[in-house]
């Protein structure tokens, strides 16, 4: 009955695009995105936030979705040998979700703002937590551009100590799994299918241009409410 209780609304990270209900626990469906394929070019490309949206963000959502199907029947049925099995997909699919509706709300369009830096309580935490807006930059291209295989490099808040860090995590785990007290302000997704099809295998270029569609407001905002 635990689970029942953790695989809630909550605990999908920040409610997003969450459905109805499947017999007590919450599937999510494909948010929209507030900007047309297109309007992020040439930074990204239109086919290729196309793919990643209705076809990569989709599949983790409609795997999501079954397993979580699945582990009612299984819990249902007192099998706990499937219950622990489909933890593993549970958790990358999950996180799959989580992290991509983060990962468009921190994009929009040049002519919308996008690439202008952060201001006020934030942006005066990144001059004291990094030097610079140049500096922070600099160090999430040279983490993400490391990441080995597939991930995700952040801009997180330390909740307890009141501290910025910037944190990479494999696959599609979301920042959680660094730590409980970790919020994340900033995503960007490292996988190729992010880039591949506009900056094949060179993942640095595609980091340096993609600063200029970030948006730093719903990073803000939920830095602001963090740290009144």
Known sequence: MALRTLITRKSLGLGLGVSQSVRGLQTVSLPDLPYDYGALEPAISGEIMKLHHQKHHQTYITNYNKALEQLHEAMEKGDSSTVVKLQGAIKFNGGGHVNHSIFWKNLTPVHEGGGEPPKGSLGWAIDTHFGSMEALVAKINSEGAAVQGSGWVWLGLDKDLKKLVVETTANQDPLVTKGP?????LGIDVWEHAYYL??????????????????WKYASEVYEKECP
């Open 181 to 185: 007290n970790l919020v994340p302000l």
């Open 198 to 215: 506009q900056y094949k295998n060179v993942r640095p270029d595609y980091l340096k241009n993609v600063w200029k569609v970030i948006d």
